[in-house]
């Protein structure tokens, strides 16, 4: 059956109205549109490794936690995440030029970092030049620098957390360790959950896109990240840190 054009708009309007109705509802109920959230797919080998490590570790105390450097990568780039800035305004001032920040559709130039957290204390952060982190890489700029004098100055009760990436797992790697006398966590994969420094890259970045003059460079870029990573409350980091219990609790409760 055809509509006329004053039909059609008419019935336009009715279904705009129920949705709007529908959406009044949703927000009475105390339900609002929000981005869903992103999890990693786990296999029932993942997931039963994740049990096994929650079931081992739920029961340790501020004081096992504050032994263990927890370590990671992560990326960041001259395109800065608009997903970590929220700007206010008014109803109509979507388009005001105050109010929007252009993205290029090309990935733009940026850093690698390596950084380490514990209680009391975090490393520097480390920026990967030239390429690829390999395993050699990976002894040379960072073990040795880095994590040796860190676990030096916790003493032999330090533990170090680090990914299952393939670099790190190479045998030179293993048998740098195990010559230092370095104990290594295991950690299950597909885990950034389990990690907090994971919420430490997401300070950084947010950090980072709240600049008043954000980073016109990849020099820049790399000032901005060594004075915010420094610049991060400690307290905060602790915080995280001593939510291990509640997220081997969370793992487990799924």
């Given amino acids: 059956m055809l509509r006329s054009c004053k039909d059609s708009c008419?019935?336009?309007?009715?279904?705009?109205?129920?949705?709007?109705?529908?959406?009044?509802?949703?927000?009475?109920?105390?339900?609002?549109?929000?981005?869903?959230?992103?999890?990693?797919?786990?296999t029932p080998h993942h997931r039963a490794a994740r049990k096994r490590w929650?079931?081992?570790?739920?029961?340790?105390?501020?004081?096992?936690?504050?032994?263990?450097?927890?370590?990671?990568?992560?990326?960041?780039?001259l395109e800065s995440d608009t997903r970590r800035v929220l700007v206010w305004r008014d109803r109509g001032t979507r388009n005001n030029p105050a109010f929007v920040r252009e993205r290029s559709q090309y990935r733009r130039a940026g850093w690698m970092v390596w950084g380490g957290?514990?209680?009391?204390?975090?490393?520097?952060?480390?920026?990967?030049?030239?390429?690829?982190?390999?395993?050699?890489?990976y002894a040379d700029e960072i073990l040795r620098p880095h994590v040796i004098p860190y676990a030096g100055a916790i003493g032999d009760s330090f533990v170090f957390q680090d990914d299952n990436a393939r670099p790190y797992?190479?045998?030179?790697?293993?048998?740098?360790?195990?010559?230092?006398?370095?104990?290594?966590m295991e950690f299950p994969?597909?885990?950034?959950?389990?990690?907090?420094?994971?919420?430490?890259?997401?300070?950084?970045?947010?950090?980072?896109a709240a600049r008043p003059r954000p980073p016109a460079t990849v020099r820049d870029l790399e000032i901005a990240l060594l004075e915010e990573w420094n610049s991060i409350p400690q307290s905060l980091i602790d915080n995280l840190i001593a939510s291990m219990a509640n997220r081997c609790a969370a793992v487990l409760a799924v």
């Fill in 117 to 137: 957290i514990s209680i009391g204390g975090r490393t520097d952060l480390h920026i990967i030049r030239n390429g690829t982190l390999t395993g050699r890489r």
């Fill in 54 to 77: 929650a079931a081992e570790h739920r029961d340790w105390e501020q004081h096992d936690w504050s032994q263990v450097l927890f370590t990671d990568e992560s990326q960041f780039s």
């Fill in 169 to 184: 797992r190479a045998r030179l790697v293993e048998n740098m360790l195990e010559a230092e006398t370095i104990q290594r």
């Fill in 189 to 208: 994969a597909c885990s950034p959950d389990l990690n907090p420094i994971e919420h430490v890259w997401d300070m950084l970045g947010r950090r980072i």
């Fill in 10 to 42: 008419s019935w336009q309007q009715d279904e705009g109205c129920r949705a709007k109705q529908h959406v009044i509802g949703f927000h009475e109920g105390g339900l609002y549109a929000r981005r869903p959230m992103v999890c990693i797919p786990l």
